[in-house]
């Protein structure tokens, strides 16, 4: 279920005209609705509720009853409604307070045989682990249920054991988690730093053989390295919005809808339950605004840490902010086709061979409405892609019809990375002079000036909003997936999630060819 953007909350005012009186909302923006109505009969988290308040003697905030029902949901035959649950919600909410007393719940109510508990890496599920052992052996309803022997301590066999067979143990995020063990309940906290399916692949198959077998994942956003949250998430998804798909992965999502502005209270109520609770407001409303000043990875880390919302890359390489805001649309952009004497190509492939894109950039003058000069931008545009197994055999046959059909002044590569295998082959090609490579007034130029300087010096454009580009699916994926790839006091752009980024590199040739070719003889209209 979705969640209008507007909170619907009556604690939550329509606008935000007095944001004192914004509170965070106790329902999230997003959530897998139930099957049935849900009673004592058909959750167990009404008797979770009570475990905590009266045994845990930690009583859950609002949003943690309101997950705490929802999530334990059964079906009619008394198994967990969802096998699979995704948790998603801002920092510092409550998110491991409510996980710990699940945890403590199958273990000492539910009396799962075999629990586990990961985290960020191995140390930091030890702490967890370490933290409830001593919660547990200090709190005197629980400690009847453990023997003298209860905690065993011997590296790499730690476990914490209850009178009722019970055993609770933790692993790192890898693919050794639960090998050669038949896996009950897992609190997978942290999703977002699973950044490969290993740990995924070896615990949840443990659980493979357990009719009743639960997974709760509890964590804030990611990027696109966080493959984990995105493979969970888009089936919950797809479930919630069409009513199709699998009924047993579940999504509880607090967050801020997409392109929230960071200072946007009603979107920040959203994301934190606790917002004006137990979270100061005015502090997170000033790190937002320190935030949007900054940009950048201090930008990106305030999305996914304060609003949950997913970002392409955590360390930006462009900030994406600045790129939406020079974006116009496809009536209002340029036709490159009409300023050829400025016009400069740029090729790159992905790493892997499987995308190329060509891009294309001209330095122009800008005109006020009497038709003065008053400055000059870059203005970009993709002129071709491939993309597959086979693209660069495309490539390298549709590249010299292109070349031939735009005309521009030059076509530059960066020959010390994968293009420089579709140079070298273009340049051996046999053919009758009507097929002469280059064509005619096409300059070819290999990039071999810095690639740090290249790709810093997009950023900058960017950063002073002298780039002009249409809204182009492509760029905008490309760019806004490469992150910051140092090289010693510079950086290139990296690649950190699955999908290829050769448009940022073939961007940024672009502008910078665009911008160091000298002035055309002829006027601003095409030769």
């Known amino acids: 279920m979705t969640a209008p953007d507007q909170p619907a909350n009556p604690l939550i005012p329509s606008t935000s005209s007095d944001s004192s009186a914004i509170l965070g909302r106790t329902e999230p923006r997003l959530w897998t609705p139930p099957l049935r109505e849900l009673t ?20 859950f905030d609002p949003w943690q009853e309101w997950l705490s029902i929802h999530a334990g949901e059964l079906l009619p035959d008394g198994r967990p409604r969802f096998r ?11 998110k491991s307070i409510w996980g710990h007393a ?7 109510v539910d009396r799962a045989e075999l629990v586990l508990g990961t985290s960020t890496d191995r140390s930091y599920a030890k702490k967890a682990w370490a933290k409830i052992c001593e919660e547990v052996k200090a709190n005197p309803f629980l400690a009847r249920k453990l023997g003298p022997d209860a905690q065993r301590l011997t590296i790499g066999e730690e476990a914490l054991t209850t009178l009722d067979g019970a055993q609770y143990y933790f692993a790192a995020n890898n693919g050794r988690a639960a090998r050669s063990a038949t896996l009950h309940r897992w609190l997978c906290d942290e999703v977002r730093e699973h950044r490969t399916r290993d740990a995924w692949n070896s615990a949840s198959n443990a659980m493979n053989a357990v009719a009743d077998a639960q997974i709760v994942g509890i964590s804030n956003q990611g990027d696109a390295t966080s493959v984990l949250i995105d493979s969970l998430r888009d089936p919950a998804m797809a479930y919630i919005e069409t009513g199709e798909g699998d009924s047993r992965i579940g999504l509880f999502e607090w967050s801020s809808p997409p392109g929230s502005e960071p200072t946007d209270v009603g979107a920040l109520a959203m994301a934190n339950p606790n917002f004006g609770r137990r979270l100061d407001r005015d502090a997170l409303i000033a790190a937002g605004q320190r935030a949007a000043e900054a940009g950048g990875e201090e930008l990106t880390g305030y999305q996914t840490e304060a609003m949950c919302m997913r970002v392409a890359a955590l360390n930006p390489a462009i900030n994406p ?38 891009v294309g950039a001209a330095l ?24 597959g197994a086979g693209c660069l055999k495309a490539l390298r046959a549709d590249l010299p019809t292109i070349v031939r059909r735009v005309k521009p002044r030059v076509l530059g590569w960066f020959p010390a990375g994968p293009a420089a295998g579709v140079a070298a082959a273009l340049a051996a090609r046999k053919g009758p002079q009507a097929e002469r490579w280059p064509p005619r ?17 997009l950023a900058e454009q960017v950063d002073a909003g002298e780039i002009v580009h249409p809204e182009d699916e492509l760029l905008q994926a490309h760019l806004k997936s490469a992150q910051k790839l140092k090289r010693g006091d510079a950086w290139v752009f990296g690649r950190q999630g699955a999908g290829p980024i050769d448009g940022s590199y073939a961007a940024a040739g672009a502008v910078h060819l665009a911008r160091t070719l000298p002035p055309p003889k002829s006027p601003l209209t095409a030769v």
């Open 102 to 108: 699940l945890l403590k719940y199958w273990l000492f």
């Open 441 to 457: 007034g096409v300059v070819l130029e290999p990039l071999t000036a810095e690639t740090t300087a290249v790709c810093m010096g």
């Open 321 to 358: 902010v600045r790129w939406d805001a020079l974006a116009v649309p496809d009536d209002e952009a340029v036709d490159l086709a009409e300023h050829r004497n400025r016009l400069a190509l740029c090729l790159d492939v992905s790493l892997d061979g499987t995308h190329a894109t060509l």
């Open 40 to 59: 004592p009969d058909t959750s167990y988290g009404f008797e979770l509720i009570t475990f905590a308040r009266d045994v845990l003697n930690t009583p």
């Open 84 to 94: 699979v649950l995704l948790v998603l919600v801002a920092r510092q909410n409550g």
């Open 364 to 387: 122009l003058p800008d005109l006020d409405d009497d038709g003065e000069v008053t400055g000059a931008r870059v203005h970009l545009e993709v002129i071709e892609s491939w993309s």
